[in-house]
Structures are given as structure tokens and as C-alpha cells.
């Protein structure tokens, strides 16, 4: 299950740029362009966090924030907001946000906030709470960055990792390469597919699989790559 944001912003051009750059990264989006919709968008889509614009029709963010902490929802909030002035910054954390960004922002500033907040109440794009999983007879620790099968510990870089936890999320499914790129890498990385291939290859010897015959992570030849989470 796939961690979703609830953006709220009625400038079309900035909400459907941020649409594809979450989804882009692997989130869930949903949105609404008013304010006085927000509160029914929260209780309807419960997101993850919220990407609050403060200048909005029907209610401002500030208002829709200081409705949400009083009614207790403690869901994380960004505020976007095209005021400069420290004080107006000062008025959205006083009021229960979480963050800020003020426009125009930067794509890589945007993302590492949203990253930010998310890692303080243990959600990933891909909505892991940073738990333990497995795949087949390997048993996978975020906390560690280890794979562990038998008496055996491997280490994960990074990479490996958030590559693991997305095809867990999507056991099953067949991804395309580049859709794996674009999740695991980043919309913005220019690299060939060759990279993603090596660390399959490197992530098959963790998991055991024979050369040859991989048996959890398989090849769909002329597209990408599947998980087999319980292979026969």
C-alpha cells in the first residue's frame, strides 16, 4: 500500500506539476482546489500528510490547519505558501504545521521536506512503517539495512533496500525498468537501465538465487522484472 499525500492547492499548473512529481517518486496523490473542501479531503483519502497551500478559495491554510489541530488530527503538514515575510512562516508553525515551502521552490527541496516529515512518523513512499519483511527464506530489516537467510547477513546499500521494499509492495506485479528507475532512482535520473540490471544481480546472490535461476526476483523478458514472493 502506497503512501498517500492530499494536496491542496487551486492553482491547476503548480497542483497537476506536483501530481506527477509524487507520483513520480512512488506516492499515492489525491487533491482538492478549495479550501473550504480540505476538511472533507482529510476525513475522506486520510493521508499521510498534507501539502497545504495557505491562499486558497472558501478558507485559507491557516484556517484549515487550526481546524485540523483542533479537532486533534495530527497528520503531518507542509504549507505552501507564496509569502516571504518571516512572520506569515511564523503564523502557519504557530498554528500546528509542520513545515513550510515558499514558491516558487525548488522539485529535489520539495521532495526532501515531504521525505523529511514522513520519516518522523515512520511512512515511505511505498507506505513501509520501516518493520521487518520477507521474501521467501530471507528476512529483510530496514532498521539494519541487513538481509538475513539462515545463519547468512548481507548488507544493503540504499539502493538495495528501497528496490526490496518496492518490489514487496508490489509482489506480484510485473514493473517495467523504467518505472523502476523512476521509483527507486528518481524521476530525474538520467542513467541507462544497465544500473538498475547490476543490482538485481547483486540483490538475487543476497536472496539466494542460482544464477541462471532466479527464483524470487524474475526476469519478464522485454519488459522488467517480478517478485515472486513464494516461489514453488
Avoid at 502506497?2 to 491542496?8: E, M, N, P, R, S
Wanted: charged share 30%; glycine share 10%; net charge positive.
Amino acid at each position: 500500500m502506497k503512501t498517500k499525500i492530499l494536496i491542496v492547492e487551486d492553482d491547476p499548473h503548480i497542483l497537476l506539476g506536483l501530481e506527477e512529481v509524487l507520483k513520480s517518486e512512488g506516492y499515492e496523490v489525491a487533491s482538492c482546489n478549495r479550501g473550504d473542501a480540505a476538511m472533507d479531503a482529510v476525513a475522506k483519502h486520510k493521508p499521510a500528510l498534507v501539502l497545504l497551500d495557505v491562499m486558497l478559495p472558501g478558507a485559507s491554510g491557516y484556517d484549515i490547519c487550526k481546524q485540523l489541530r483542533a479537532r486533534k488530527i495530527s497528520t503531518p503538514i507542509l504549507m505552501l505558501t507564496a509569502k516571504g515575510q518571516e512572520i506569515d512562516k511564523v503564523i502557519g508553525l504557530d498554528l500546528g504545521a509542520d513545515d513550510y515551502v515558499t514558491k516558487p521552490f525548488g522539485v529535489r527541496e520539495l521532495l526532501a521536506r515531504v521525505q523529511a516529515l514522513l520519516r518522523r512518523t515512520g511512512k515511505t513512499a511505498d507506505g513501509d512503517d520501516g518493520s521487518a519483511f520477507k521474501i521467501g527464506d530471507a528476512t529483510i530489516d530496514p532498521k539494519t539495512f541487513q538481509l538475513k537467510r539462515g545463519k547468512t547477513t548481507a548488507e544493503l546499500t540504499a539502493k538495495e533496500l528501497k528496490l526490496l521494499q518496492h518490489f514487496h509492495a508490489h509482489a506480484g506485479e510485473v514493473l517495467s525498468r523504467d518505472k523502476l528507475l523512476n521509483e527507486v532512482w528518481g524521476y530525474n535520473y538520467f542513467g541507462t537501465t544497465r544500473t538498475l540490471d547490476q543490482v538485481i544481480v547483486q540483490l538475487r546472490k543476497k536472496l539466494g538465487d542460482h544464477r541462471g535461476e532466479p527464483k524470487h526476483l524474475l526476469t519478464i523478458h522485454g519488459v522488467g522484472y517480478k517478485l515472486d514472493l513464494h516461489p514453488t
